[in-house]
């Protein structure tokens, strides 16, 4: 039982923390969040450089071979620096789905291009209706002369504005609400019959709402119709990867929160000698802890591909909302009206949590899930019969 | 950073369980569940322990430690609390043991630690006092040097089992000159010493284990000091380290929580099972990732101990958390017994009302507030973590 990083690792994160200390500073991070698109693309060749880009990808695409520990390290790094460059939705997301499902021929031409920072990707898989349901896709594709054409909206589609293509989930078969039926469509952002129309979250990423009328698909990923298993791997993978970045931001905000505690004096001492204020500060502080336990617990379950790994990644996401929004309240509140500001990066981290909590499924989604894997895993006398009067 | 079970775990986690398929009999768990016989129960439990060599994973191996590593006391732990079996009463292997194996000399050693192997001695804690609580360190009980000997005068509070103990550690006042924590020493006294009197303390639920412990005159042999004299708030706290870290209970909640889960599948209300209640199961789920997450955090202390870290302060933390977990738990199992929570076991037994868990309920959610109390409460953790964990 080990749970520390070994050198690969260390070296990673330590040159992810230097390349935070040295550009990412918190007006540096303001320029290049107000850059087109949200970031930096000369950051982007950097990580390209420094071999950041290639950590989840196989070593037979040119790729580092990691796992979801690698795959922590690089998002918790990120996370505590705030970095707006778009790893979440080019490399884990339209990456992660290219290397889960794609063809042999599709993953040699497009995976070499994202670890060589060459191509922005995306996915698009949801729709105005469907909140945190992945099956519920109204967006309809038919078959036309060997083509797959696409009509119809997502929304909220991760760097939408920069990606040069897009992985869409459409439905080829079945209803509304059936996972089966779903397929993975690869389309060009500039194919005709593309309606892009950007807009900014509240922690500065760029998303967009796509309209698809009679696209021509470039081609699908994976078996037709099979989607849904594929997007459901892709995304949990990239479930645990966001509560590590998420951690990130919850320890930068405890303990830039405990510093200014330390140092901001009223009364003629510093506020963090008030009895009521350092039982808060425990508070979150028990909460960074606990959440680093479960991100701990999750990524060495998913490593194992242990029998835990389903119910620990669950439990994560669920803390990561409930613990995420707790730390960030606090952070405001502790910081007093200087937390209400702008100057300060307090509520640009607050703001990346909140978008994290709802990102895939918020806490309460999680939790009725985490609820029906656990009550039912015990219940081989789960059948419940009132008794006879 | 790997928590995977190696093929030695796995045939450790057989040992264990076989062990206890054999050793956690029924007869043994109908002793240990009933009071009159808790204690020789308890007693026979620890002798098949110690002939297994398991009374004391916690000790250096040249004690009678067993030399475990990390994953190897979770899979013990774990396992013992899933087959509900008890904890070793932890008085003596627990607390005293790691302050005589660090601070007594050679004869001390040799003389109590094989008895605590044994379970010839019953131990029990003098250290809280009517006027020192979380302020531990105002101890008044006082030790008078008089030739070879200590005279003991004073009292004792909360003192656990002390009616089933022949031996408690003291901490005692030797001088008040200096600050507080100065002049408190560390004694072993013999609780059939003449002048040493136990008075039981009635509790909420309803059940001995609390009294107060007075010393009348008591003289004590020098020779049952340990260390230095005025040096023994530096052993006691070593000690509540130890303590804490014992008090968090993870395994135990987890077996708890299966428990109440279970319970709550059979209890039907309008027709639907407890736990198909949307409420109930956020409030077991929001337990239940708590517990989780205390379970890894509790593993990532005892690997950075396992690395040579002192254990510290972030035993407050476990402390807090786990006895939070505990008590939720508690009142969530009196939440699913819920009329028969109140009753008490008179004529008309909870068993016979087919509610057989409900008794036991209720006297745990009551037992059970003491753990935010004692091992210093959890607001004195809070303290000791703001202090020494985030240097406030």
């Avoid at chain 1, 200390?21 to 850059?35: K, P």
Wanted: net charge negative; with cysteine.
């Amino acid at each position: 039982m080990n749970f520390n990083l070994n050198e690969e690792q260390t070296l990673i994160q330590d040159s992810i923390v230097r390349f935070v200390s040295e550009q990412y500073g918190f007006d540096d991070r303001n320029a290049t969040v107000a850059l087109e698109h949200g970031f930096s693309p000369d950051h982007w060749r950097q990580f390209a450089e420094l071999g950041w880009l290639s950590i989840p990808f196989d070593e037979e695409h040119g790729g580092f071979g990691g796992g979801p520990v690698d795959v922590m390290v690089v998002m918790e790094a990120f996370g505590r620096g705030l970095v707006a460059e778009p790893y979440l939705p080019t490399v884990l997301l339209f990456g992660g789905l290219l290397q889960a499902a794609a063809g042999p021929e599709l993953q040699e031409k497009y995976i070499p291009r994202v670890i060589g920072g060459e191509l922005q990707g995306a996915f698009a898989y949801l729709e105005r209706q469907s909140r945190y349901e992945l099956a519920d896709i109204a967006t309809g594709a038919t078959e036309s002369g060997g083509n797959w054409v696409l009509n119809g909206e997502k929304t909220v589609v991760l760097n939408g504005g920069a990606a040069d293509k897009i992985i869409v989930s459409a439905r080829t078969s079945g209803g509304q609400f059936d996972e089966d039926g779903i397929s993975l469509l690869l389309v060009d952002a500039a194919a005709a019959g593309i309606e892009r129309t950007l807009y900014r979250m509240t922690d500065g990423q760029e998303a967009a709402n796509i309209r698809f009328t009679d696209v021509e698909a470039e081609a699908a990923v994976g078996p037709v119709g099979e989607g849904y298993g594929t997007m459901l791997q892709v995304i949990e993978e990239a479930t645990l990867a966001v509560c590590a970045s998420a951690l990130g931001a919850m320890e930068w905000l405890q303990g830039a929160t405990l510093e200014y505690c330390k140092t901001r004096e009223q009364f003629g001492v510093p506020i963090g000698s008030f009895q009521a204020l350092q039982h808060r500060l425990v508070d979150t502080f028990a909460a960074c802890e606990n959440t680093r336990s479960l991100l701990y617990r999750a990524v060495c379950a998913a490593d194992a591909q242990s029998d835990d790994a389903q119910r620990s990644l669950l439990a994560l996401k669920v803390k990561v909302g409930r613990a995420g929004r707790h730390v960030g309240g606090e952070a405001i509140q502790l910081h007093g009206g200087m937390g209400m500001t702008d100057e300060l990066p307090v509520g640009f981290y607050v703001k990346r949590l909140m978008n994290i909590n709802a990102l895939f499924g918020d806490a309460d989604h999680h939790q009725q899930r985490f609820a029906a894997l656990v009550n039912a895993a015990q219940g081989a006398r789960s059948a419940v019969e009132p008794e006879a009067a | 950073m790997d928590t995977r079970f190696s093929e030695q775990d796995l045939a450790f986690r057989d040992e264990v369980r076989a062990f206890l398929a054999e050793a956690w009999d029924e007869e043994l768990k109908a002793r240990v569940g009933n009071l009159q016989t808790m204690k020789e129960g308890m007693i026979e439990w620890q002798h098949r322990l110690n002939a297994q060599g398991w009374m004391a994973p916690n000790w250096p191996v040249e004690h009678g430690g067993t030399g475990w590593s990390v994953t190897q006391t979770f899979i013990f732990n774990s396992e013992r609390a899933a087959a509900g079996a008890p904890d070793v009463m932890p008085f003596g292997v627990v607390m005293v043991a790691p302050v005589i194996i660090a601070y007594g000399n050679d004869e001390q050693k040799s003389r109590f630690l094989p008895r605590i192997l044994s379970s010839e001695d019953w131990w029990c804690q003098g250290y809280s006092e009517a006027g020192a609580g979380s302020d531990l360190a105002s101890v008044k009980t006082r030790a008078d040097r008089d030739g070879d000997d200590y005279v003991v005068n004073g009292s004792k509070i909360w003192t656990t089992y002390a009616q089933y103990a022949n031996w408690i550690f003291c901490l005692v006042r030797t001088d008040s000159s200096g600050r507080k924590q100065e002049g408190i020493t560390f004694l072993l006294i013999d609780m059939e010493s003449p002048g040493v009197t136990v008075r039981p303390i009635d509790t909420i639920d309803g059940f001995h284990h609390l009294n107060e412990v007075y010393f009348d005159n008591v003289r004590v042999p020098v020779e049952n000091r340990i260390g230095e004299e005025g040096e023994g708030w530096t052993y006691a706290k070593s000690l509540l380290v130890q303590e804490r870290l014992s008090i968090a209970e993870v395994a135990n909640s987890k077996r708890g929580l299966n428990e109440v889960r279970e319970l709550a599948r059979r209890e039907i209300n309008g027709g639907v099972s407890l736990l198909d209640d949307p409420l109930f199961a956020r409030r077991l789920t929001d337990i239940e990732i708590d517990l989780m997450a205390v379970e890894y955090t509790e593993l990532r202390a005892l690997a950075a101990i396992a690395e040579g870290n002192t254990p510290g302060p972030e035993s407050s933390l476990l402390k807090l958390q786990g006895t939070e977990i505990q008590q939720r738990v508690q009142e969530l199992r009196m939440d699913v017994a819920g009329y028969y929570s109140g009753t008490l076991q008179g004529e008309l037994s909870a068993e016979e009302l087919g509610h057989d868990y409900a008794d036991a309920a209720q006297k745990q959610y009551f037992r059970g507030r003491a753990s935010s109390i004692y091992g210093g409460s959890n607001e004195i953790q809070k303290n000791i973590t703001a202090k020494y964990v985030l240097g406030l």
